[in-house]
């Protein structure tokens, strides 16, 4: 799996666009970036996917450069309920083990 | 609310038990992951099951079995627990079907706290 870096924390004011960055400069042309977060404690949660075209819906927008070396996860509008730590995942699409492996991430703490 | 349920929510044992974790995943998922999340690890990736049927091992310790019903929910054991043991398990489920990248939109259950004393 191509390796991913994110700064280890980041700050947002409420009502801001949160810009999350990612890079994964080793990443393959078959693998694809995937965003999860994690708020305090709970189930990971699935943001979005995208492989070379900029992806958006109802959560998020994924921003990815056009060499793909690096992507950017957006928050429209982040409020204080986005508080939560942010990973970025490649991986391949394939049927033989689909695990995820997890980072560090970024603690992104959106301020009132 | 994922659709991913896991029960119990907290459980407390000493070291030396044995105790089940069970997961039941979202209507019409096949695939059933686990994960291990403690404080010094974050989270691990430990066993993968397919329609019933093992498809990948993480770093899932010998001491630790999983296995998946005809019913699609799975259930974790834990045996001769140790302190270390103590952590938040998840379950999480995905969808199987045409589009493989969807694999990796994996739903996350709530977690079972496991506190080994």
């Known amino acids: 799996d191509a390796k991913t870096t994110q700064p280890t924390s980041m700050d947002c004011a409420e009502g801001r666009a949160a810009n999350l960055p990612c890079n994964h400069s080793?990443?393959?042309?078959?693998?694809?970036v995937y965003w999860y977060r994690q708020i305090h404690s709970q189930g990971p949660q699935y943001i979005i996917h995208?492989?070379?075209n900029n992806e958006t819906n109802e959560m998020a927008s994924l921003i990815i450069t056009e060499d793909r070396k690096s992507s950017t996860l957006i928050l429209p509008h982040a409020t204080l309920r986005d508080t939560a730590v942010y990973y970025c995942?490649?991986?391949?699409?394939?049927?033989?083990?689909?695990?995820?492996?997890f980072g560090e991430g970024t603690q992104l703490t959106v301020n009132p | 609310d994922s659709g991913v349920t896991q029960t119990p929510k907290h459980l407390i044992t000493a070291t030396g038990q044995r105790v089940t974790l069970r997961c039941s995943p979202r209507?019409?998922?096949?695939?059933v992951y686990w994960y291990q999340q403690s404080l010094d690890q974050g989270l691990q990736f430990l066993i993968q099951?397919?329609?019933?049927?093992?498809?990948a091992k993480g770093n899932i310790l010998e001491r630790f079995s999983a296995q998946q019903f005809p019913d699609l929910h799975s259930e974790l054991n834990l045996s001769s627990l140790e302190l270390g043991d103590s952590a938040l398990y998840f379950c999480?489920?995905?969808?199987?079907?045409?589009?493989?990248?969807?694999?990796?939109?994996?739903?996350f259950g709530p977690g079972t706290r496991l506190t080994v004393t």
């Open positions: 999480a489920s995905s969808v199987d079907s045409s589009g493989m990248q969807r694999l990796y939109e994996q739903y």
């Open positions: 080793t990443i393959s042309g078959n693998e694809y």
């Open positions: 995208g492989l070379k």
């Open positions: 995942i490649v991986r391949v699409g394939e049927t033989s083990g689909s695990r995820l492996t």
């Open positions: 209507s019409g998922d096949l695939s």
């Open positions: 099951y397919y329609n019933g049927e093992e498809r």
